[in-house]
């Protein structure tokens, strides 16, 4: 299957500070999506990217679809302790209906 | 969780019973998958459901069968369940938006 690869894999960070991941995969996918995953819940859909280049904002999250169409990325604004939670990636290629994940990265805020 | 909703929230079997997880959706969208979580792996694909009375394989089907008999429902098997399937199970939509929404997950024990 597809590999997706996202780093960092943890991040730990002060409150107020910017964090940025990113997420590459072996070939082109047509749509990005992030998600956040708190513990015991399951994923919440942050963003969704269609276009290369396209660079979409929620609130203090930020996401763009890499020109190279094989890559993404997610930034959030200064953090906030409810920022805590995991990060994934997700990607569908040109061609099926399955999405493939990154493996997460782990936010932890210090206040 | 998006109007998708997954029972039982939490499980528990011994080596070679068998169990069916259920999974519904009140949103009338074509495609439903199954994924399974495990520590460090990222979210994997085990079956997914393009269209209702259709199935196809993911990336680690074995172990396991899906049934999708109607656009709301897609149910996923296990006949004999074996300890290296204790995992957090997910099911998902996808919308014509292409994003995929998760339910609330079950979380399964196998001894």
């Known amino acids: 299957g597809q590999q997706l690869n996202q780093s960092p894999q943890s991040m730990f960070i002060q409150e107020g500070e910017d964090v940025s991941m990113n997420c590459t995969s072996s070939?082109?996918?047509?749509?990005w999506l992030w998600y956040k995953q708190d513990p015991g819940e399951g994923p919440v859909l942050l963003i969704a990217?269609?276009?290369?280049?396209e660079l979409t904002s929620n609130g203090r999250l930020t996401a763009q679809f890499g020109i190279t169409r094989k890559d993404s990325f997610l930034n959030i604004s200064a953090s906030i302790p409810s920022d805590v939670g995991i990060y994934f990636c997700?990607?569908?290629?040109?061609?099926?209906?399955?999405?493939?994940f990154g493996t997460g990265t782990s936010l932890t805020v210090i206040p | 969780n998006a109007g998708v909703t997954q029972t039982p929230k939490f499980q528990v079997l011994k080596t070679g019973q068998s169990m069916t997880l259920q999974c519904a959706q009140d949103?009338?969208?074509?495609?439903m998958y199954w994924y399974r979580q495990d520590p460090g792996m990222g979210l994997r694909l085990i079956y997914y459901?393009?269209?209702?009375?259709?199935?196809d394989k993911g990336e680690v089907p074995n172990g396991y069968n899906v049934s999708r008999l109607n656009k709301r429902e897609f149910s996923l098997r296990l006949e004999s369940a074996a300890p290296s399937q204790t995992s957090v199970y997910f099911c998902?939509?996808?919308?014509?938006?292409?994003?995929?929404?998760f339910g609330p997950g079950t979380r399964l024990t196998v001894l």
């Open positions: 459901s393009a269209s209702e009375g259709t199935t």
């Open positions: 949103m009338n969208h074509n495609s």
């Open positions: 070939s082109i996918f047509n749509t």
């Open positions: 990217l269609y276009k290369a280049g």
């Open positions: 998902a939509i996808r919308d014509y938006l292409n994003e995929q929404f």
């Open positions: 997700a990607g569908q290629p040109e061609t099926g209906n399955q999405f493939y």
